[in-house]
Nanobody, 111 residues
Framework: QVQLVESGGGLVQPGGSLRLSCVASGSFFSLYDMAWYRQAPGKQRELVAKITRGGSTNYADSVKGRFTISRNNAVKTVFLQMNSLKPEDTAVYLC?????WGQGTQVTVSS
């Protein structure tokens, strides 16, 4: 089973950028579609971006043109580049693939 560990969150001002990473351990990473979700306080968990094992991507409408998901199978890592961040992007960001979820990394966008 794949284990996932996220990093790269933090506090950033509106308009700033962050790059999240999700490192997988175990086998079969390259066989999984991978995704980033986020959950803000009092809100349901929502899909942010997804990348298939073949590299196809899709995004939530709220992040299109600002966020980019990518993966590097050689180092078993999926990335989320987040630009032009807004206060409404504040949430815990979680990585998932196959049956596994990471613990999440906090992103706070505030001046």
């Amino acid at each position: 089973q794949v284990q996932l560990v996220e990093s790269g969150g933090g506090l950033v001002q509106p308009g700033g950028s962050l790059r999240l990473s999700c490192v997988a351990s175990g086998s079969f990473f390259s066989l999984y579609d991978m995704a980033w979700y986020r959950q803000a306080p009092g809100k349901q968990r929502e899909l942010v971006a997804k990348i298939t094992r073949g590299g196809s991507t899709n995004y939530a409408d709220s992040v299109k043109g600002r966020f980019t998901i990518s993966r590097n199978n050689a180092v078993k890592t999926v990335f989320l580049q987040m630009n032009s961040l807004k206060p409404e992007d504040t949430a815990v960001y979680l990585c998932t693939g196959g049956p596994s979820w990471g613990q999440g990394t906090q992103v706070t966008v505030s001046s």
